[in-house]
């Protein structure tokens, strides 16, 4: 287990485990890892926290959570062993019970053909799992340890807790979809008749079934409510194994999934396999290795053989071939797909014959790469009885972001959820001519006739009517006078300046104050100090790092954990600890109750000992944020411990916390004004150039 683990297990901040490792000599020793990252044993580390009284019992989670990270074929090795298990518990309890009431070697090897058996009935027998190899006696602990779990959690909370611990330990690994965007696709794919959105597969609903042909871990199969039946495939063999027991744990609908490349190797390939209602598909992007040579003569390429560099479009077109007449495929698409002049031909030919019906452009943020706004796709398998629709629905939900600027959580996604399914409802409900009215800068069907020039260039923006200017004449006006009232309240803020003979002043040198550290105050008990995560459960916003320096309010959003997030408190005070920028942040009513994201402490202040306005003054003091930070080759990391603020008196304190307040308004109203001032400009640049607005 890592340092980060340690503190995780005893519920303190990693700091507090490199000074165990400093001040007690026996601190267990490193048994892996490296030097700056070294890694301990579990249970010599377990040992040594109950003899210092700092830990009375490994709590179930975290015991089986460093199962998982000690199994010696690695994580994704032991979450398919567990997930294997679990399975057993959920669709066949009374064998588990049988097999775990034996000795730990007896029931080793009862489990072998008993997990077989279950993975064979739930997916088939050319399953990506495999043959159970014979389990070996030491295993058989972390299995009754996760069937333990499953008693407190189920058994699909168990399994999610556990994956989720492990996506959280490995990002960069994996590019996820966001449970939101998932959501969405997922209702842009259900009919809206027949079964509907709302579908829970009860007795008598239509069948549904739906295709993910680059599955990952299934969040986007997972995400669609009462499919009967679910198709997952994927390149990666541990991401096919770890989808498929994700979607077995969740119901009681058919799974079946391979692990092979999609588009090479298609497991699901017609006649074998039947045609799908649906398909959900986040496929990789931007590949150039995708098999334009070898597949040249697929018969999937109905709308034209992709260019080498629109790996895109031939997983748009794989996902229409598995679809049967009127079926729905929606695919996250890179923005350039929409606008490169080597796919306009077989884009032209998709908008010809009906196929593709949407293009949703996404606010930036909406998933990995964060920084760029990417588009969904909504395509139609055409019957050739049926006249393709004369307009292609167009959805620009840019503005509908909770934030400025890019980053995970800032997609807005219940004004996107809102205006995207109404949009497309409204374009289902017109048939071949689809009347739905224009939203300026939201939404519009333009004629498929007009989008077929040289470029057919289909992304949203360029042709959406703009917005009204500023939202309109009278916005601007509001606007105008929102600045006014902000800038002299600003004028009436700004601090006095130091008297003009205050150099020549007998006290005019700098005060030598008796100092201590944010490390001294939090082991005497004045502080606590806590390191975001942005994970848990709940709905609680996210206070992001972007938030905390721009002054905003929350704006991110949970990642999924079984733990509950650390939610901040009026009082508290908020430091980023990257960027070297020099940023604290009071905690206000505004502010209270958000999960406090990854990459910011949050000190906790006894309000008997501190003022938070006078903790939150000195730590941005510039000279105080240089020495408590160390420099990486591509950031600056602030060790909040070494900040140094004041021994002073509580009444001494608010006297600098009333002025460091001050300071606060004064700054938050030149924010304020500064983001009036630019929306002012910008409207009044739109009004003069729209015709909105006259010159005189």
Same mark, same amino acid.
């Given at each position: 287990?890592?340092?980060?683990?340690?503190?995780?297990?005893?519920?303190?901040?990693?700091?507090?485990?490199?000074?165990?490792?400093?001040?007690?000599?026996?601190?267990?020793?490193?048994?892996?890892?490296?030097?700056?990252?070294?890694?301990?044993?579990?249970?010599?580390?377990?040992?040594?926290?109950?003899?210092?009284?700092?830990?009375?019992?490994?709590?179930?989670?975290?015991?089986?959570?460093?199962?998982?990270?000690?199994?010696?074929?690695?994580?994704?090795?032991?979450?398919?062993?567990?997930?294997?298990?679990?399975?057993?518990?959920?669709?066949?309890?009374?064998?588990?019970?049988?097999?775990?009431?034996?000795?730990?070697?007896?029931?080793?090897?009862?489990?072998?053909?008993?997990?077989?058996?279950?993975?064979?009935?739930?997916?088939?027998?050319?399953?990506?799992?495999?043959? @159970?190899?014979?389990?070996?006696?030491?295993?058989?602990?972390?299995?009754?340890?996760?069937?333990?779990?499953?008693?407190?959690?189920?058994?699909?909370?168990?399994?999610?807790?556990?994956?989720?611990?492990?996506?959280?330990?490995?990002?960069?690994?994996?590019?996820?979809?966001?449970?939101?965007?998932?959501?969405?696709?997922?209702?842009?794919?259900?009919?809206?008749?027949?079964?509907?959105?709302?579908? @829970?597969?009860?007795?008598?609903?239509?069948?549904?079934?739906?295709?993910?042909?680059?599955?990952?871990?299934?969040?986007?199969?997972?995400?669609?409510?009462?499919?009967?039946?679910?198709?997952?495939?994927?390149?990666?063999?541990?991401?096919?194994?770890?989808?498929?027991?994700?979607?077995?744990?969740?119901?009681?609908?058919?799974?079946?999934?391979?692990?092979?490349?999609?588009?090479?190797?298609?497991?699901?390939?017609?006649?074998?396999?039947?045609?799908?209602?649906?398909?959900?598909?986040?496929?990789?992007?931007?590949?150039?290795?995708?098999?334009?040579?070898?597949?040249?003569?697929?018969?999937?390429?109905?709308?034209?053989?992709?260019?080498?560099?629109?790996?895109?479009?031939?997983?748009?077109?794989?996902?229409?071939?598995?679809?049967?007449?009127?079926?729905?495929?929606?695919?996250?698409?890179?923005?350039?797909?929409?606008?490169?002049?080597?796919?306009?031909?077989?884009?032209?030919?998709?908008?010809?014959?009906?196929?593709?019906?949407?293009?949703?452009?996404?606010?930036?943020?909406?998933?990995?790469?964060?920084?760029?706004?990417?588009?969904?796709?909504?395509?139609?398998?055409?019957?050739?009885?049926?006249?393709?629709?004369?307009?292609?629905?167009?959805?620009?939900?840019?503005?509908?972001?909770?934030?400025?600027?890019?980053?995970?959580?800032?997609?807005?996604?219940?004004?996107?959820?809102?205006?995207?399914?109404?949009?497309?409802?409204?374009?289902?409900?017109?048939?071949?001519?689809?009347?739905?009215?224009?939203?300026?800068?939201?939404?519009?069907?333009?004629?498929?006739?007009?989008?077929?020039?040289?470029?057919?260039?289909?992304?949203?923006?360029?042709?959406?009517?703009?917005?009204?200017?500023?939202?309109?004449?009278?916005?601007?006006?509001?606007?105008?006078?929102?600045?006014?009232?902000?800038? @002299?309240?600003?004028?009436?803020?700004?601090?006095?300046?130091?008297?003009?003979?205050?150099?020549?002043?007998?006290?005019?040198?700098?005060?030598?104050?008796?100092?201590?550290?944010?490390?001294?105050?939090?082991?005497?008990?004045?502080?606590?100090?806590?390191?975001?995560?942005?994970?848990?459960?709940?709905?609680?916003?996210?206070?992001?790092?972007?938030?905390?320096?721009?002054?905003?309010?929350?704006?991110?959003?949970?990642?999924?954990?079984?733990?509950?997030?650390?939610?901040?408190?009026?009082?508290?005070?908020?430091?980023?600890?990257?960027?070297?920028?020099?940023?604290?942040?009071?905690?206000?009513?505004?502010?209270?109750?958000?999960?406090?994201?990854?990459?910011?402490?949050?000190?906790?202040?006894?309000?008997?000992?501190?003022?938070?306005?006078?903790?939150?003054?000195?730590?941005?003091?510039?000279?105080?944020?240089?020495?408590?930070?160390?420099?990486?080759?591509?950031?600056?990391?602030?060790?909040?411990?070494?900040?140094?603020?004041?021994?002073?008196?509580?009444?001494?304190?608010?006297?600098?916390?009333?002025?460091?307040?001050?300071?606060?308004?004064?700054?938050?109203?030149?924010?304020?004004?500064?983001?009036?001032?630019?929306?002012?400009?910008?409207?009044?640049?739109?009004?003069?150039?729209?015709?909105?607005?006259?010159?005189?």
């Amino acid at each position: 287990m890592t340092a980060a683990e340690i503190a995780r297990l005893a519920g303190v901040g990693r700091a507090a485990v490199s000074n165990w490792r400093r001040r007690h000599a026996d601190f267990p020793r490193p048994v892996g890892g490296t030097e700056t990252s070294p890694s301990f044993a579990l249970a010599q580390v377990t040992d040594w926290l109950r003899a210092q009284g700092k830990l009375a019992e490994v709590p179930l989670r975290e015991r089986v959570w460093q199962y998982v990270t000690a199994h010696p074929g690695g994580s994704v090795a032991a979450l398919v062993k567990a997930g294997s298990a679990l399975l057993l518990v959920r669709d066949r309890p009374r064998e588990w019970l049988e097999a775990a009431a034996v000795s730990d070697e007896r029931m080793a090897t009862l489990l072998a053909p008993a997990l077989d058996r279950v993975l064979a009935l739930r997916f088939g027998p050319a399953h990506p799992l495999g043959a @159970t190899a014979p389990l070996p006696a030491a295993s058989v602990p972390f299995l009754r340890a996760a069937a333990e779990l499953a008693a407190e959690l189920g058994t699909r909370g168990a399994f999610e807790f556990l994956l989720g611990r492990h996506l959280e330990a490995n990002p960069r690994q994996y590019t996820l979809t966001p449970d939101g965007l998932a959501l969405l696709m997922a209702a842009l794919a259900r009919p809206h008749s027949g079964a509907g959105t709302g579908s @829970t597969g009860a007795a008598g609903a239509a069948p549904f079934t739906v295709l993910d042909p680059a599955c990952g871990t299934g969040t986007l199969l997972r995400a669609v409510p009462g499919a009967t039946t679910r198709y997952a495939q994927d390149s990666s063999p541990e991401l096919a194994s770890l989808a498929a027991l994700r979607l077995a744990l969740q119901s009681d609908a058919p799974v079946r999934a391979a692990a092979a490349d999609s588009l090479r190797a298609d497991a699901f390939a017609r006649p074998a396999a039947e045609p799908v209602d649906a398909v959900l598909c986040h496929p990789p992007f931007n590949e150039r290795n995708w098999g334009h040579e070898e597949l040249a003569y697929d018969p999937r390429w109905e709308y034209g053989l992709p260019a080498r560099a629109e790996s895109e479009l031939a997983w748009v077109q794989h996902a229409l071939a598995h679809l049967r007449e009127g079926g729905t495929a929606v695919l996250l698409m890179p923005p350039a797909a929409a606008a490169r002049r080597s796919g306009r031909r077989i884009r032209a030919d998709l908008l010809r014959r009906g196929a593709l019906r949407a293009v949703v452009a996404l606010p930036a943020g909406a998933a990995p790469p964060y920084g760029i706004p990417l588009h969904l796709w909504v395509l139609r398998k055409p019957a050739p009885q049926a006249a393709p629709p004369s307009g292609l629905l167009l959805v620009d939900t840019a503005a509908l972001a909770d934030g400025p600027g890019p980053g995970p959580g800032r997609a807005g996604w219940a004004a996107v959820h809102s205006a995207v399914e109404e949009a497309w409802t409204a374009y289902e409900r017109g048939g071949p001519a689809p009347d739905v009215p224009d939203v300026p800068g939201v939404r519009r069907v333009v004629p498929v006739v007009d989008l077929l020039d040289d470029d057919v260039d289909l992304t949203p923006a360029r042709h959406l009517p703009p917005p009204a200017a500023g939202g309109g004449l009278a916005e601007l006006t509001a606007v105008r006078d929102r600045l006014d009232s902000t800038l @002299t309240r600003a004028a009436r803020l700004t601090p006095p300046a130091p008297p003009a003979d205050a150099k020549d002043r007998p006290d005019a040198a700098p005060a030598r104050l008796p100092l201590t550290t944010v490390g001294e105050l939090a082991r005497a008990g004045a502080l606590l100090l806590y390191t975001g995560t942005g994970s848990g459960a709940g709905r609680a916003p996210v206070l992001t790092e972007y938030d905390v320096s721009a002054g905003t309010g929350p704006s991110g959003t949970l990642a999924a954990a079984a733990e509950q997030p650390l939610l901040t408190a009026p009082g508290d005070v908020v430091v980023p600890l990257t960027g070297g920028a020099g940023v604290a942040r009071v905690v206000d009513a505004a502010t209270a109750g958000a999960a406090l994201g990854r990459g910011l402490q949050l000190l906790r202040p006894d309000p008997a000992a501190l003022d938070p306005w006078f903790l939150a003054g000195f730590l941005r003091a510039t000279a105080n944020n240089r020495r408590a930070s160390s420099h990486a080759s591509t950031t600056t990391r602030l060790d909040v411990r070494r900040l140094e603020l004041p021994r002073l008196p509580r009444t001494e304190q608010e006297v600098y916390g009333a002025r460091f307040r001050a300071l606060a308004e004064f700054e938050d109203a030149l924010r304020l004004a500064a983001r009036l001032g630019e929306q002012l400009v910008q409207g009044l640049y739109d009004g003069l150039s729209d015709g909105t607005v006259r010159p005189d």
